[in-house]
């Protein structure tokens, strides 16, 4: 008998997995990965490797023999560290069962995502956005129904006539990222606020990722839903330690949720990873307990890099953008290069960058393009060089 033909066995898998769409941003990473002298900008991520007292706790754990099953929820000395994490920085009881430790951030997205959405249910997302966020709701069964953010002199901005316009009887949820990928949006205390009033109008779940908290170029921490909900809110946080401890490979992540949730949110980790390799914990836990000074030169160094760059893009008098507020993405445009899904594979080639085209955020990422300045300030004058040159170059 011969084998079915590809199509065949494609055809009879679940068309929420099956219609998933391909990545545009591992598009141009696939393409250009290989060549040589190429400046990778396209990933988020910087160029950091993680700092040498984080990786020295997990090798001690790993000597040590914690090599076996874990707690489900995580550690108690995690959860506890994660308490105080963020006793110092939202002013919460340290309350050690209100943490749960995920295998990464894109993991607590979609327990998050698990725990309230069901088949057909609809999801509201502003948009631009991080691709994999709709991608999971949509591997869920859900629909993502991306509302577009405006876009004015100032940057991007929450369009709340929008948001409440989008509102269903099928409408579940509200998935917020502020700081955001790609945008750079940062919501104000007014914006989280007018978020949580029509979530409480509707009876809707709010998830809230805010794993650019820290990078928030104004000063201090980006404002938060802790800043201005209730303790009966249903807000479900998303977090990561990918970004500010340079652990992107690491795999590791926390929920944070009311503590009445912790059996199914339990649960949900049990049949899925089953837990969170302890070395790794211990990792993260001293990068919580000892690594303020890491992420203040991390953020340091990513707003020195997103002066740099906007001044140099800026001077070409060719390139829409705005400073972004928070996060380490800049998401701009250049005049006359519309087909931003070539124009990625253009500049690998002809500049030696690598850029994400902004199409692959969703609705509103037409004509943009997103940088992440995560990197060294001189790796990042040449980038800016060759794409200021390559732009100007286009007159001759």
Known sequence: MSPPPPSAL??????????????????????????????????????????????????????AGETFYTWQRGLPDLRAALARYHARHYGLDPDPERFFVTGSGMQAIQIAFALVLRPGDEIIIPSPVWPNAPAAASAAGAHPVHVPFHYGPEGFTLDHDRLAGAITPRTRA??????????????????L???????????????????????????????????VM????????????????????????????????????????????SG???????????????????????????RQGRDLLCSALSATGQVRLAPPPGAFYLFFGIAGEDDVRRLGLRLVDEAGIGLAPGTAFGPGGAGFMRLCFARSPDQLAIAAARLAAWIEGRRA
């Open 174 to 191: 509200i998935f917020l990222n502020s700081p955001a990928n790609p945008t750079g949006f940062v919501a104000s205390h007014a914006d």
């Open 193 to 227: 606020k007018a978020v949580l009033a029509l979530a409480r109008r509707h009876g809707l779940w709010i998830v809230a990722d805010e794993i650019y908290g820290r990078y928030h170029f104004a000063g201090g921490r980006a404002p938060s839903f802790h800043d």
């Open 230 to 273: 209730d303790p009966q809110d249903r807000i479900l946080f998303v977090q990561t330690f990918s970004k500010n401890w340079a652990m992107t490979g690491w795999r590791i992540g926390w929920i944070e949720a009311d503590p009445a949730l912790g059996q199914v949110i339990e649960n949900l980790i049990q049949y899925s990873t």
């Open 10 to 63: 494609i055809d009879a898998l679940r068309p929420a997995a099956r219609n998933l769409p391909e990545s545009g941003i591992v598009e141009v990473m696939n393409y250009g990965r290989l060549k040589d002298g190429l400046i990778p900008l396209w990933a988020g991520e910087g160029d950091q490797p993680t700092p040498d007292f984080i990786c020295a706790a997990a090798a001690q754990s790993l000597a």
């Open 276 to 302: 969170v390799a302890a070395f790794m914990q211990r990792g993260a836990i001293a990068a919580l307990d000892a690594g303020e000074a890491f992420v203040a030169a991390q953020v340091a160094r990513a």
